[in-house]
């Protein structure tokens, strides 16, 4: 987009996955809105929509207050995972997606998968990817928060064997800005999941762009005929 400042081919990229990869977001939306229907609670879809990217063991306690029964989470989030899979025949990846990940495993670049989406809907999203080749994946089966924590982020980076400043963490959400930030590293935030780029630049994105098929095109474009390292 203008005005933005110029963009490097860096050594790693940490991608989200659901919003950023692949076109769930709102799929997301409606599985919870379900399966907090189901439970007797009566969520605005909205306010929905602006928690997917958390984790369960986040979004639960932003949407519902802490004074909710947490006895009854376990089968919030197995309804959730129940609706959400009905879908996974029907997902298709965000434009560009796949293209960006394999243009950037050929460049050499280090590629690492934070998400919180684990199991069987990540392998199943893996698919829908063409099952891209990744250095390192984590999930939130491997740290003890989810985002908005910085946990997934840190483990990733921490796994590439990079240091954050050589790092470029991609996301759709405020949360993984905001992660980004928290460890030190830069962000672009991708409009697809539906945030808008004034919250993502607000949240404190350095790059803001459409899709991945945007983010790719400027990468091919500043890649050139060689390479130029990741400012150190």
């Given at each position: 987009m203008p005005g933005q400042p110029a963009l490097r081919v860096p050594l790693g990229i940490v991608f989200d996955l659901d919003g950023t990869l692949v076109d769930t977001t709102y799929i997301h939306t409606l599985a919870w809105w379900?399966?907090?229907?189901?439970?007797?609670?009566?969520?605005?879809?909205?306010s929905l929509h602006r928690s997917?990217?958390?984790?369960?063991?986040?979004?639960?306690?932003?949407?519902?207050?802490?004074?909710?029964?947490?006895?009854?989470?376990?089968?919030?989030?197995?309804?959730?995972?129940?609706?959400?899979?009905?879908?996974?025949?029907?997902?298709?990846?965000?434009?560009?997606?796949?293209?960006?990940l394999s243009w950037c495993h050929h460049q050499g670049v280090t590629l690492a998968l934070a998400s919180s989406t684990g199991g069987r809907d990540l392998e199943?999203?893996?698919?829908?990817?063409?099952?891209?080749?990744?250095?390192?994946?984590?999930?939130?089966?491997?740290?003890?928060?989810?985002?908005?924590?910085?946990?997934l982020v840190q483990l990733a980076i921490?796994?590439?064997?990079?240091?954050?400043?050589?790092?470029?963490?991609?996301?759709?959400?405020?949360?993984?800005v905001e992660a980004a930030r928290a460890v030190g590293a830069r962000s672009v935030g991708l409009e697809c999941g539906g945030t808008s780029e004034a919250e993502l630049r607000a949240?404190?994105?350095?790059?803001?762009?459409?899709?991945?098929?945007?983010?790719?095109?400027?990468?091919?474009?500043?890649?050139?005929?060689?390479?130029?390292?990741w400012p150190a």
């Open positions: 379900q399966a907090f229907q189901l439970a007797g609670h009566v969520v605005p879809m909205a997917v990217g958390m984790g369960p063991d986040q979004l639960m306690p932003h949407v519902l207050g802490d004074g909710r029964d947490e006895r009854r989470d376990e089968d919030l989030v197995k309804a959730h995972d129940v609706l959400f899979a009905t879908w996974h025949e029907r997902v298709e990846e965000l434009p560009g997606a796949c293209h960006l199943a999203m893996l698919g829908v990817l063409e099952h891209p080749d990744l250095d390192v994946v984590v999930t939130s089966e491997d740290v003890e928060q989810s985002r908005p924590s910085p946990d921490e796994r590439m064997g990079l240091r954050p400043k050589e790092v470029l963490v991609v996301g759709d959400t405020v949360w993984d949240a404190g994105a350095t790059w803001v762009f459409r899709d991945p098929e945007s983010l790719c095109q400027e990468l091919v474009e500043v890649a050139g005929p060689g390479r130029e390292a």
